[in-house]
Each structure stands twice: as C-alpha cells, then as structure tokens.
C-alpha cells in the first residue's frame, strides 16, 4: 500500500501549482491527481482556481491527496502546500506563490536559474527548492512545458507511480494526437531526470510566516461605493501584465520604423506609444517612440503587421523589458 | 483526522465502478446513464459544463439525448416545457442569471405538473456581476413549486440526479425537480464517486420508460388541453393540488431514498445529521458547506464541546418537523444562510428554521443567524468555528446578543479609498478634427474624409492599456479601430462577455469614459433608456450646465452571444429607431464561458458544445447572418468590418456616428479572432480575420438607408481564396479538410456562395 511522507492535522499532503493561464497547469494538476486516486489507490481531490481568468492571468492549481479511508470535506484552496509548483519564474513579480509552505515544503521552479539564484529571486529563507528548465526542455523536444513540469512533480512525489502516468499520458494523446505521445513522453522523463535539488538551511530564529487568507480586499463597505461603482476608471493602467508573456516579446528598432501605426492598429494591449514632433519640414507629425513592455503580451501581431524589420519577434531575456520599455505618459491626476 | 465517524457503510447490492470526477461531470454521467429524450439548454457558469460533458459524449455515441441549444435561458426553459409536455424524459442545468431569466416558466411547468429534472449549480445572483457560488438563485427556486434536492459533494450530485427522475415521475408527485449543488465548490472539483456499472441498473431502478398513464400532447386519441386561462374560483384549487403533491414529494423521496440505500448503500435520509443525537451547539448550513463543517464539529468534540451539524438533503418540502426534532435538546443554533432575504431580519433558511421550531412547539432553543460565504467567498473551518462561536457565546450569556449579522464582511481602511489616478479625457483630444462626414446637399449621400491612420495615433484610446484579455485578443485592436473613428465624446454600454469582464475585475476599470455593464439579454433595451434620458434632460434644459460641446455618441459593445440571448431587445431597439450603434464583435462563439457554440458559429465548426467525435463534428447547423437581420429592421444604416481592414473600418465607424447623431440606429458587426478558442496562433489574427474576407466568409459591406454596397470585393481585386485556406489557419476546423468530412465542407461552401451572391446582386440592384 502507498504511504504518503506526511500529512497535515486532516490527514492530507496539499500540492499547489501556481501558474499563468495557457501553460497547462491545469491539466497537470488533473493528471497528477488522477494518477494518485485512479493510480496509486489514495483518496484525493483537485481543482483550480476559477473566475473570469483569461490565458496569461495568474491561475491556481490545488490538489489534496489522503489515505483512502479518510473522508474529504474540505473545498478551500490549498493554503499550507507540502509541494509548491511555480510554472513561471515572473510570478513571484505579482502573486506570492511561496505563501504558506512549511520548513520541510517543496519548492520547484521552472527556470534556468540555480536554487541558489532563486532562493534569492523569491526571497526565500530557506527550505528544499528544486529547479527545471521546462521551458528549455520543452522547446528542445517540442512538446509542452506542463509535462515537463509534471515529470518534476513525480520526481518530488515519489509516492506516485512513473510507469502508470506514462500509460495516462499515452492514453489522452494516442488517439486524436498519436504523434504528439513520444514528445510528450519524453517530455515528462526528462523533466523527471533532470530536476535538480538543493536543500538551504534556515538561518537561527527564522520562522516562517502563517499564510495570509487571500479573499480579504482592500476596499470595504465603509470604503467602496455604493453599488460597486468604479470611480476612479481607467486604473487598469496600475497593473503589471508582463506575467502574461509566456517566453517571446516583440523587440522594436526605431531606425527602420516608418510610423505607418500598423502595429497600433493591431495590439490589443495598447502597447505602442507615440509622440508628436515636427517632421522634415517642420509640420506636426506622430511617432512611434516604442513599446511599454509592462502591457505587453507577447502575442507578437504587431511583428506580423510591421511592414518593415522595425519589429522582431524574439526569446525574452531577464532584463530585456524593463531596460527597453518606453512608459506610456498617462494625463495622471493629481494625487494628495 | 476525518475517519469515517459512523460505521462503514453497506456496498449495496448493485455492481457500481468508481470514477474520478467533478459534480458537474457527475450530473451529465447521471444524465446519459438515464439517457434523457431532451435537454435544452443555454450555457451559464458554472452549470454550462452539464451540457458540454453531454455533447462530448454524444459526439462519440454513448448516448442518445437530443441537445438543442437554445437562445438564452427564457428559450431553454420553453424547449424544455414542450418536450415535458410531450411525454419524454427531459433535463436541464442553469445557474443564476440563467435561472431568474427562465424563472416565469418555473410555476409554469410545476402548475401544469409535467415532470422534469433540472440541476441548478447555485451562484449569486448579483448587481455587480459575480459568477461564484452562493445560494441566492437558489432562494428564489423556494417558491416556484418544484421539489428541491441539495448535494454536498459530486457523489451526491450523481446520486441525487438518479433519484429525481423518479421522484418527478412518481404519480402521486408528477413535479418538475430541481437538483442543487455548489457552483465550483461542488460542480468543478473532482472527488472519487461511485456510480452504477451498468446502464441497465440504472434504468431497472428508474424505470425504462417514462412512468405512463399520464396525458401527453402527442397523443391524438386523446386531446388535451395544456394551460387554460382559469380565474377564481378554479385557480386555488389547482394551487391546492400542487402544494399537496408537494408535501408528497417530501415522503416519496423518503421511500425513494431507502430503495436507493438498499441498491447502493448510500443513504441520503431527509436530514443530514452529524454527532447530533447529545449536541447542545449545531450549526445548520445548505450544501458544500455542510461537510467542511464536520471537520469543525470533530475538532470542538475532541476538545470537549458537544457540538454538532445538521444539512438538509432536501428543503422542498422543507423538512419542518424533523429538523425541530433534531433540535428539540440543542441549547443554540447558528443557521448559516449563504444568501441575504434583504429586509427579512434573516435570510430564508433561518426565517424557516424559526417557523419549524415554533409550530413544533420548541421555544428554548436559541437561533442565531449569519449571512455568510457570498459570491464564492471560501468557507475555510475557521469560518466554521466562528459560526459555532455565536453559538457557544448564547449559551454561555443565556441570550442571544445579535440574531442577525453578516460574516466575513470587512469595513475597509481609511487611507485607502479609491482615488482618481486618470484625468478625464479632454474633448479637444477626442474632437481631431481630421475626420469629416458632410452630407452632400443635393444626393442626400455622405462624404467621408479620413486621415492616415499614422495621425489618429495622436488621439487618445478610449479603453486604457492593463485589460486582462488573452494574448493577441481580436476585441480590443477591433474595438479601439473603430473608436478612433468616432469623434467626441462616447458613452458605452458593454453587455456580459469577455470585453466587459476582462475590462471591469473590480476595483479596476479599463473604460477612461463612461461605461455601464447590463446583462447580455439586455443592453440595447438599457442603452435605448440611457439615450433618451440624455434626450429629454437635454430638452428641458438640465444638462446646460455641463456646457456639453457636443452630444454624445452612444455605442452598444455586444459579442455574438449578446446578440442571439439579446437578439429580441436589439431588433426592439432598432424598430424604435434610437440615436445609437450597436457593435457587435464577433468570435464565433460564446468564448467568455468557455467556448460554447453561438449562431455565428459557422457549419461544422468545433466548439465546446460542438465536438467532433465518431458520430458528430462540430456545429450542426448554418451560422446566422445577423447583419442581413438587422438590415430588415430598416435602420439607417448597417455595416460589417474587420480590422484587416483598417480605413474601410475607419470610414464605417464615421459614417456610424454620423447616422446615430442625425438619424437613427446603427448596426455593424467585426469578425475578431479568439486564438484562445479558435486554437490558432495568437500572431495570426489579423491574418486570420482578413482569410474571412477574401474567402468571401464575411464580405465587408454596408447597406445605407435601405442600400447594400460591397466595400471591399475580393473577385474584383482577384483576391479570392478558397473557404478552405481559412479553415485550415485554425485548429477549430483542422477537421473540415479530412475526407470524412467533405460533404459538411461541401455544404459550408454552398451557402457562403449562396449568400456572398445573394450580397452582390444586392450590391448591383438598389432596389434589393
């Protein structure tokens, strides 16, 4: 019989996976949880955070496994995660996807970085934290970076059983994409083999913090309006979208633009920002200054729209944005 | 931990087989083991999965219910009223909105007592739009006449689905059942549930046939008449019947219930009672709620409390007397009520409880009430332990302090009230100037002047950077196109879908300029309100203050779901002729709910409830051609575009404004590409949308007081691409080139030849 490594006070050992919408998180979340109920006989529940979440927003994956006579109650999500699944490096940037986890959790990350680096990045005390370059991984074998990510995680739940996932995996691909199931398998194994671990003691008198319950806001009813009235429109533009890219962004070379605004025309982003100056005879004309890159999605149909070489379309390098981005000059109001 | 606290149960006597599901996949199990005749239906969140795991299914033939999507929910109801009255067994699932759309025909179906099943997956029913779970579209279900049964986990969604077919048959009951259970808590987590093996058992159980003996309209030796006009003194003792048959409800589904035990060993006795037989504090709470709960009661009972936990597993009829029962040694009780009846000092639950306990003579216990857990706030066990804290607190003090609050509401900071971070838009920035429409005196025609597009850029978006749209989503470059071609000020109306939800995830708004939400069934209707309060204050001189430079351009944004549910209240607005547009953009589906076929969605194209399997692919049915509708409305002015396109939109969007200021309303329509949903490539959009119009899929055309012109014909440029060029660009009709699938291709390209040539002799005959 299958034992789990350790449970919390309910009996469960909880995995988050905390992702962008459109990596696959959600499939893998399904599949590794299919695995531990149909697979290995364990009792289990998952699901995913829902609401009106589109690809490139931050979404939740949670999944509970427990021995088979304990009975499930619980349907809040996974607060205190034994295993944290971060399937994009930049999330950190926007959501604390480290929030809750023990001293002894697991933290796996897909990146290129080393644990150490990331210890760092996620400003991280201590703890286990693995690292895999799903990404990498799943462009070399060209197939997706959630089975990548899923190789890693059974690698971390050695509980589960490899050979019954890779008759899962051929199973849910044979049929309609019987070409796609050699990638994908080698896809998984090679995230399974080539995570690696590091293990950072806690420095003395650390603790680690309880986790903060997520569905407190910030506005309240002595503070929103009425009626749930927006009063203050227009302050999307406080948000930071650069978690949406998924690995590619468009890069611009003012030198070949011809300002012919086709890219304006097409991003559905408002990325592209302009500025009115005189032309070669002195008469008022726009152009194009560049991009903000904190709006940007990365689905390149201004690079296909460019008339020119102005726009390319290229592998996002840490850095790269936040050196180049052009911020739009909003008319901002004036704030006390 | 949770072990099992009462001993183990039976397994039954049935051969069962243990799946891994959600409730929702739980409730569409149940109903093709049943194998129902019809479901109409109209997707919602979070019930629209019901119908999806359906079609799924019947795409590879397992089983054989008739789908038929209607046009909203009011349709979905009427279809399924029909069917019921038809003789056949008949399921449906909706949620909030959904349900209140169709709620007219809720006593319908119940005061004409023909028997169905339909699976209400409860989420709040809201000003501010929110689509999580909470149980006030379930309230509202108290007093339409159906029997109500409650699920806690996907087990019991499946269990219960099974046990409401015969419930609802039964002849001494003959009501249509309603099946509830938790949107997303309920409908979208998986959970192991043990179903029947076979098909056989299931309908053993059931019964194969529909219970006969009863009247039915397809019966012509025996006609009837179905709802006649009946006044008093008639009307009450037809009321009579119904509340009896409902009071029968409630003891057939007691024997039903035991039958069920005996096959399956699951029991869902009238109430669920946890550690209740010595309890001095209990909570009472509906649904999913009442599981996590007993966690809450193991854990104060481990520390001495004698606490326990009472759900109903049915609350209409409302279990009356067994819950005074259950109650009759309890000190105190919190009732959790997860939706407000605003003004009842109490929601619903607690208002019955109270009633309960005083007819059955119990005056002692204390009863305290909270509103809890709305529009999907989690119900974590601390939640739990506070609702038994209101309890314990009673107890001890001898007297409730407050019977009435809510919890979980949060008063907020101060210093962190929302503040202006945008300045409005200036109206000289919007007024370019640069686009001109002059009417020419002696044609009546208009002229429009547009600039490169290079000048427009000056001019500022309407809608600001930081939407939560997907990567390389066609609304928002269609929508800003063709804002940059309407000068001045613009008040918009967005219905329901994903522009407006992506736009507006509170406390954020996109929209620099004024903007209302109303659901998608009604924004023409609401918009034409808008327009002529602007009108009539105008007229009696109250706006003169705001020194207005110019009136404003009011614009309906809808997606094409807005204009099937909606479709009714455009063409309304339309007759009435209103000063306004009505855009539509088009991405062929309903993708703000998961990718659910509209009646744009062309032939054979694949969609969450268009599946291609062994037996189906895709859409069944020819794509609607709303713009040749709204022309016979004979508006001022229609158009359709594209912003592959970008002048012919541009001119368009000059000319709209023109007509919406001076004569009336307009329509047009952009095809925008949801690679999402299309399964394309996010860079390929505009490349995508512009395939539409060479393949002459979408001509881009306008038809001006009554007059068609093509303003974009791709034989005359020798741009024409065969339909297949287009299709083959997305992963949604990848399947249309197979060989199996050429006579829908065949069929496809038929009527696109059909109604382009149809377009062009409109194009040449102004007459037409």
Redesign the interface.
């Known amino acids: 019989m299958v034992t789990l490594p350790k ?1 919390n ?3 469960f050992f909880e995995i988050r996976l905390e992702s962008i ?2 990596l696959g998180a959600n499939l893998a979340g ?1 599949m590794l ?2 695995a531990g ?2 697979g290995s006989g364990l ?6 955070s ?8 931050p979404v939740k994956a949670h999944i509970r496994f427990c021995m088979p ?9 996974v607060e205190r995660p034994h295993i944290v699944g971060i399937f994009h490096e930049s999330l950190h940037k926007t959501t604390h996807v480290t929030s809750g986890i023990y001293e002894d959790s697991l933290v796996l990350v897909n990146s290129t970085k080393t644990p150490e680096e990331l210890k760092e990045k996620l400003c991280l005390s201590g703890g286990k934290i693995a690292v895999v370059d799903a990404i990498g991984i799943a462009l070399e074998e060209k197939n997706r970076v959630n089975m990548a990510m899923l190789g890693a995680l059974f690698r971390l739940c050695d509980f589960l059983d490899v050979e019954q996932m890779k008759s899962v995996i051929r199973k849910s691909l044979e049929k309609k994409y019987p070409n796609a199931v050699q990638p994908a398998l080698n896809t998984f194994q090679r995230g399974y083999d080539e995570v690696k671990f590091q293990t950072f003691a806690f420095p003395e008198g650390i603790e680690l913090p309880e986790p903060v ?1 997520w ?11 009425i ?2 009235m ?10 930071d ?1 650069s978690i ?3 690995g590619m962004m468009p890069h611009f070379l003012s030198d070949k633009c011809i ?4 890219c ?9 920002v ?1 500025e ?1 100056k005189p032309d070669k005879k002195g008469r008022p ?2 152009f ?1 200054q560049g991009i ?1 890159y ?2 940007c ?5 201004c ?3 460019c008339p020119t070489d102005a726009l390319s ?1 290229e592998r996002e390098e840490d850095g790269y944005a936040d050196e180049h981005r052009v911020p ?1 000059l ?4 004036a ?2 | 931990m949770a072990i099992e606290y009462e001993k183990e149960m039976k397994s039954g006597t049935v051969e069962q087989r243990m799946v891994y599901e959600s409730g929702n996949e739980m409730a569409a199990y149940a109903a093709h083991q049943i194998n129902y005749h019809i479901m109409g239906y109209y997707p919602i969140s979070p019930s629209t999965e019901v119908a999806q795991f359906l079609d799924l299914m019947k795409a590879n033939g397992q089983h054989d219910v008739k789908l038929i999507p209607a046009d909203g929910e009011h349709g979905s109801a009427g279809i399924c009223y029909g069917a019921s009255t038809a003789g056949g067994r008949v399921f449906n699932a909706t949620s909030a909105n959904g349900y209140m759309y169709m709620l007219e025909q809720m006593p319908v179906q119940s005061g004409t007592r023909f028997p169905m099943v339909m699976n209400l997956v409860c989420r709040s029913v809201s000003g501010p739009l929110n689509i999580h779970g909470d149980h006030s579209d379930l309230y509202f279900a108290l007093n339409t006449g159906w029997p109500i049964l409650l699920c806690r986990d996907p087990q019991a969604v499946y269990d219960m689905n099974i046990m409401a077919i015969k419930l609802a048959e039964d002849a001494e009951v003959r009501l249509p059942v309603l099946v509830a259970f938790d949107g997303y808590f309920t409908s979208h987590q998986k959970r192991r549930v043990q179903t029947f093996a076979h098909r056989e058992d299931v309908h053993q159980f059931i019964g194969e046939q529909p219970v006969r003996g009863f009247a039915d309209t397809l019966d012509r030796h025996n006609p009837i008449t179905v709802g006649p006009y009946m006044n008093e003194p008639d009307y009450i003792n037809n009321c009579y019947q119904q509340s009896m048959a409902m009071y029968k409800a409630g003891e057939v589904f007691d024997r039903i219930r035991q039958e069920y035990a005996e096959l399956t060993g699951r029991d869902y006795p009238i109430l669920d009672l946890y550690r209740m037989e010595d309890a001095e504090v209990a909570v009472f709470l509906l649904n999913s709620a009442g599981e996590i709960i007993k966690d809450v009661v193991d854990q104060l009972r481990a520390m001495g409390i004698k606490a326990g936990a009472i759900s109903p597993n049915i609350i209409r009829p409302f279990p009356a007397k067994e819950i005074a029962e259950a109650l009759a040694h309890v000190k105190a009780v919190t009732v959790g009520d997860r939706a407000d009846s605003y003004g009842g000092h109490g929601g619903n639950m607690v208002n019955e409880v109270k009633a309960a306990l005083l007819t059955h003579g119990n005056r002692d216990t204390m009863i305290i009430n909270r509103i809890y857990g709305l529009g999907g706030k989690d119900f974590y066990s601390e939640d739990g332990h506070a609702l038994f804290e209101c309890a314990l607190e009673a107890v001890q003090k001898g007297h409730v302090e407050k019977p009435f609050d809510y919890y979980g509401h949060t008063p907020g900071d101060a210093a962190t009230t929302p503040q202006r971070v945008l300045e409005p838009m200036k109206y000289e920035d919007l007024k370019t100037g640069l686009i001109t429409v002059k009417q020419d005196e002696e044609t009546g025609k208009l002229n429009v002047r547009i600039p490169p597009l290079r000048q427009l850029t000056k001019k500022p978006k309407r809608i600001a950077p930081g939407h939560g749209a997907c990567p390389g989503c066609g609304i928002f470059s269609g929508l800003e196109l063709f804002f940059k071609g309407i000068e001045g000020d613009i008040v918009a109306l967005f219905h329901t879908g994903c522009a407006m939800v992506v736009t507006t995830g509170y406390p954020y708004s996109a929209h620099k300029a004024t903007y209302i939400h109303n659901l998608f069934q009604n924004g023409a209707a609401t918009l034409s309100g808008v327009v002529e309060m602007f009108w009539e204050r105008k007229r009696r001189g109250e706006l003169d203050a705001l020194n207005l430079p110019d009136d404003f351009t009011f614009v309906m944004i809808t997606g094409d779901g807005g204009m099937d549910i909606g479709m009714g209240p455009a063409i309304g607005a339309a007759l009435r002729n209103h000063k306004m547009i009505i855009l539509e953009y088009d991405n062929e589906g309903y993708m703000n709910t998961g990718a659910q076929l509209s009646y744009s969605t062309p032939l054979g194209h694949r969609t969450s409830t268009s599946n291609v399997g062994t037996v189906q692919a895709g859409k069944m049915f020819h794509h609607k051609d709303t713009a040749q509708i709204m022309a016979a409305t004979n508006i001022p002015y229609v158009f359709t575009g594209s912003e592959a396109y970008p002048q012919d939109l541009l001119k368009k969007a000059a000319k709209a404004q023109w007509y919406a200021q001076n004569e009336g309303l307009v329509y047009g329509k952009i095809l925008i590409t949801c690679p999402l949903n299309w399964l394309s490539e996010d860079k390929m959009g505009t490349q995508i949308v512009n395939a539409a119009v060479e393949s002459c899929f979408f001509p881009l055309y306008e038809v001006e007081r009554g007059v068609t012109n093509i303003t974009y014909n791709p034989e005359e440029k020798n741009k024409k691409i065969p339909l297949l060029d287009w299709l083959n660009m997305m992963g949604k009709t990848r399947h249309m080139a197979k060989p199996e699938n050429a006579d829908t291709l065949h069929r496809f390209e038929h009527e696109v030849d059909r109604r382009w040539s149809a377009l062009k002799a409109k194009h040449e005959h102004p007459d037409l």
Not at chain 1, 217 to 224: D, F, S, V
Not at chain 1, 330 to 333: K, N, S, T, W
């Open positions: 449970v006070a309910l009996g919408g459109g399904k949880a299919e109920v149909n009792n289990g529940v998952s699901f995913s829902y609401g009106s979440e589109k690809k490139g927003s006579e304990t009975l499930i109650r619980d349907t809040t999500p319950r569905d407190t806001p910030l506005l309240g009813y002595e503070t929103q309006p009626g749930g927006v009063v203050n429109p227009g302050n999307s533009i406080l948000k979208l949406s890219r998924a300002h012919c605004a086709a304006d025309n097409v991003c559905p982003d408002y990325c592209f302009w009115e004309q726009m194009l903000d904190q709006y999605k990365g689905c390149l149909k690079v296909y729209a379309s739009h909003f008319d901002l109001a704030r006390q």
